[in-house]
């Protein structure tokens, strides 16, 4: 059969009989429910596709030779698999993903538990691999199960990567190390960074890499804990979801925080939240039922989401300045639900959408920055992510630039964040602020930080702050807006990580040992008669970044997803 150059360089001009050709290809394998290709996508009949569940966004591209076989495989848009590159397992790919010829990504892991069984017979096990936005994968490199590859990263050709590589970095070799940062390079610096420290395995017995974490020292024993934590999440969720399940006199199944507590927006997206942890739903509802549910909260004329057991008080509710706290989480929480079940709101945010520059700056500067940081930093983080999901879901052009000109415009340049501190509450308000105005702004639109050092010494002085953060104290909202702020600082900045990472492993060992089988956390974290979902979906999040931190979160088998997840959500270019 003579080759065509379409079915090995697919992006070229295709003449109309090919085109044609396509279509027809594609309509024949959507007849199977599993598989989906978005607009503009081209798939050569010379590929090796044998997937179990597929789904391209447009403009995606899969040359001939490329093998795709026993796959659950999601691609994200502009994305292309050059020929004779494999995928196999469960696999994740973000937007504008390269992958380079005979490049093999392993979604899965034989099962090795057994020794009275040979290799061969016994079950595989399936964490998945998960590749960020822009991300170039060279020929040859081989990436394993588990492995999580951040956004803008760069994969040399024939490396073999075994655990996460963070956003902007360079990495390469076998096991793949670190070469330098993307962005410290576009700053002009040629430094080598050692921060990527790779072994060929991670395994709770593993205690050759002592050192791997700077001068830390993690022991066999913090290992094993977390893998058992994370299986026993695993094995408990569905379970757990239910203990928060009640069904009304309507037959209607929803849940609440806590038993006894009244019904919130909230409970049903911290069910979603939780359940999606583990890959699966919440226990009594189908994904379209979740669906239907979670959009029907949505007000059509503002966009924004009110709670209808908790309405705001109609005399003093300004959806137009974004005025009630509960309708401003919900945009966050619903919004983030209904991605996790591959759906959107109903209806775009025009509250956000129709707000003029000329009115935002004014609102910006009126907020309560010297008293109430962290309200200011609650209202931005509704602003920006409803930019975000109209930039992503109803293909708005209002992007945040001028968001973030007025955020670099304010920042204290001292101490690296917005507002001041109080008399009676120290830095507790700015810090908190930080973290809720990061989080949808810099964090999910994957902007550096302005002063990521000050940042870090004033997160650092609050931390400890034995009013906060003494153990019978602890919650769930002021150890977050702690380890994430340093989280995000660390992808930029080496600076005073050896006490970061000691600040994350006593907190950990904290948060481990207040966990209840079946039940989860309470939200202050030693009351443990008031465990809820709110409090086991935010500690569960804590874990796994006070884990990233210490370079050791693979071993818990689960991701935070929607509010808390760790990924970039929406790239800036």
């Known amino acids: 059969m003579k080759q065509r150059v379409v079915d090995y360089m697919p992006w070229m001009p295709k003449s109309e009989e090919e085109q044609q050709e396509q279509i027809e290809l594609q309509r024949q394998l959507m007849k199977n429910e599993n598989i989906r290709f978005g607009e503009g996508c081209f798939l050569s009949p ?8 597929f789904a391209m966004g447009n403009r995606g591209f899969i040359s001939g030779g490329a093998i795709i076989r026993g796959s659950n495989l999601v691609m994200g848009d502009d994305c292309s698999l050059n020929s004779y590159a494999l995928i196999s397992g469960k696999v994740t790919l973000g937007n504008g993903v390269r992958i380079a010829s005979h490049a093999s990504l392993y979604g899965f892991n034989h099962g090795i538990d057994s020794i009275e069984l040979p290799v061969f017979k016994q079950p595989c096990v399936y964490k998945g691999i998960t590749v960020g936005d822009d991300v170039w994968v060279g020929a040859n490199v081989v990436i394993l199960d588990g492995v999580t590859v951040g956004s803008h990263a760069i994969i040399a050709a024939g490396a073999v990567v075994t655990k996460d590589v963070p956003d902007y970095a360079i990495v390469g070799g076998n096991p793949a190390k670190l070469i330098r940062s993307r962005l410290n390079e576009a700053k002009g610096e040629k ?18 890499d002592a050192n791997k974490a700077g001068n830390s020292s993690w022991n066999a024993s913090l290992r094993s804990r977390l893998q058992l934590f994370g299986k026993e999440i695993i094995e408990q969720m569905s379970g757990l979801l239910a203990s928060y399940s009640e069904t009304g006199e309507d037959g209607e199944t929803f849940f609440r925080d806590r038993p006894g ?26 994904r379209e039922e979740l669906i239907a549910k979670l959009q029907s909260f949505q007000d059509a004329e503002s966009g924004l989401l009110p709670d209808p057991w908790s309405q705001p008080a109609q005399d003093t509710y300004n959806p137009r300045l974004l005025s009630d706290h509960l309708a401003r989480y919900h945009l966050l929480a619903v919004g983030y639900s209904l991605e996790l079940l591959d759906a959107k709101l109903t209806y775009p945010v025009h509250a956000v959408e129709n707000l003029s520059t000329k009115d935002l700056y004014p609102h910006l500067d009126n907020l309560p920055w010297s008293t109430r940081a962290w309200s200011c930093g609650d209202w931005i983080d509704c602003y920006a992510t409803g930019l975000y999901l109209n930039l992503k879901h109803f293909d708005s052009v209002k992007r945040p630039d001028d968001l973030f000109g007025w955020l670099l415009t304010h920042v204290n340049k001292l101490s690296g964040l917005w507002g001041q501190p109080t008399e009676k509450e120290d830095w507790l308000q700015p810090v908190n602020g930080f973290y809720r105005l990061t989080r949808a702004t810099y964090a999910q639109f994957g902007v550096p930080l302005p002063h990521p050092e000050r940042t870090i010494d004033t997160v650092l002085a609050h931390s400890r702050n034995l009013v906060f953060f003494r153990e019978d104290r602890l919650n769930a909202c002021n150890v977050l807006d702690v380890v994430h702020p340093l989280w995000l600082c660390m992808k930029q900045s080496e600076y005073r990580r050896d006490e970061i990472i000691a600040w994350a492993k006593k907190h950990l060992e904290l948060a481990l040992k207040h966990w209840i089988p079946g039940r989860g956390f309470a939200f202050q974290l030693t009351k443990h008669e008031e465990t809820g979902l709110q409090g086991t979906e935010m500690w569960l999040s804590i874990v796994y970044l006070l884990a990233d931190v210490c370079e050791i979160s693979e071993l818990l088998g689960y991701r935070p997803k929607g509010v808390h997840r760790t990924e970039v959500a929406l790239p800036l270019s």
């Open 46 to 53: 010379e590929a090796i596709f044998m997937p179990n569940s």
């Open 191 to 208: 430094a080598m960074d050692t921060k990527y420290e790779t072994a060929n395995t991670i395994d709770a017995s593993d205690t050759t």
């Open 261 to 286: 507590y009244k019904r919130t927006v909230r409970a049903y997206c911290d069910a979603t939240e939780l359940a999606a942890m583990v890959d699966a739903l919440p226990p009594g509802w189908t």
